[in-house]
C-alpha cells in the first residue's frame, strides 16, 4: 500500500538558508504489508512516521531546527506520531519517495484543516 505522509512545518526561520522552509510537503511511503492505516497499532503508525521523516529530512535539509516544529499527517488527517526510541522498520516499510512542497490548494481536505491556521478567538468587550 501507498500511504501518502503529509509533513507540517511550522515556525519561524532563523537561520537565512533555511527561509522558505515552513509549508507542507508529501513523502510517500510504500509499506507492502499494510492495507490500511484505519485499525493499525500505534507502533506501526509510528514507523510509517518514522520512515517518512526521515526521508524528509535526508531531502530537506535544515540549518536551525530549534525554531521549528515538524509534524506528520495522513491523507485522512490523523496524526502520525514518531516513536520513542530506537525503531525496526524491517518488513512493514518498503521505500519512501520524497516527493516535495505542496501548494496548499492541493492538500486532502482533511489535511489542509488541520493545517491551516486557526482563526484567533477573541474575547466579547
Excluded at 508529501?26 to 509510528?46: C, D, F, Y
Excluded at 535539509?61 to 530506537?86: H, V
Aim: negative net charge; proline residues 8%; contains cysteine.
Amino acid at each position: 500500500m501507498q500511504i501518502d505522509v503529509y509533513i507540517h512545518v511550522q515556525g519561524t526561520p532563523t537561520h537565512q538558508d533555511d527561509e522558505g522552509l515552513p509549508g507542507v510537503y508529501l513523502v510517500e511511503v510504500q509499506a507492502p504489508s499494510i492495507t490500511s492505516l484505519e485499525g493499525l497499532q500505534e507502533a506501526h503508525r509510528g514507523k510509517v512516521a518514522a520512515a517518512a521523516l526521515d526521508e524528509f529530512h535526508h531531502h530537506q535539509g535544515i540549518e536551525e531546527l530549534d525554531p521549528f516544529t515538524i509534524t506528520a499527517y495522513a491523507a485522512d488527517g490523523s496524526r502520525l506520531d514518531e516513536p520513542e526510541g530506537a525503531i525496526d522498520e524491517t518488513g512493514l516499510v518498503g521505500s519512501c519517495a520524497f516527493v516535495g512542497d505542496v501548494p496548499h490548494d492541493q492538500l486532502p481536505a482533511a489535511v489542509l484543516q488541520v493545517v491551516s491556521p486557526k482563526p484567533s478567538r477573541r474575547a466579547p468587550r
